[in-house]
């Protein structure tokens, strides 16, 4: 396994909350497009696992950071 630094942690951190938030706002759009008669039921659940998976990551990020400082 790799050695990385804080800052390494750091900008993963900054990238993957990016990440989690555009996908927040896309699972809106995709439950809107839902309400309208769209079919998008199966995007709408693997975006909601892609959530899960990125504040899981998160977490787990977190937690080396607050080892590291």
Same mark, same amino acid.
């Given at each position: 396994? /790799? ?6 942690? =750091?900008?993963? @951190? @900054?990238?993957? +909350?990016?990440? !989690? ?8 759009? =995709?439950? /809107? @497009?839902?309400?309208?008669?769209k079919?998008?039921? +199966?995007?709408?659940? !693997?975006?909601?696992? &892609? ?8 977490a787990?990020?977190? &937690?080396?950071?607050? &080892? !590291?400082?």
């Open positions: 396994m /790799e050695d990385y630094e804080l800052a390494d942690y =750091l900008a993963a @951190k @900054k990238s993957l +909350a990016s990440t !989690l938030h555009k996908i927040e706002q896309a699972i809106i759009s =995709l439950e /809107e @497009k839902q309400t309208a008669g079919n998008v039921k +199966a995007q709408i659940t !693997l975006s909601k696992e &892609r959530v899960k998976a990125l504040k899981l990551s998160l787990l990020i977190e &937690r080396e950071i607050i &080892r !590291l400082k």
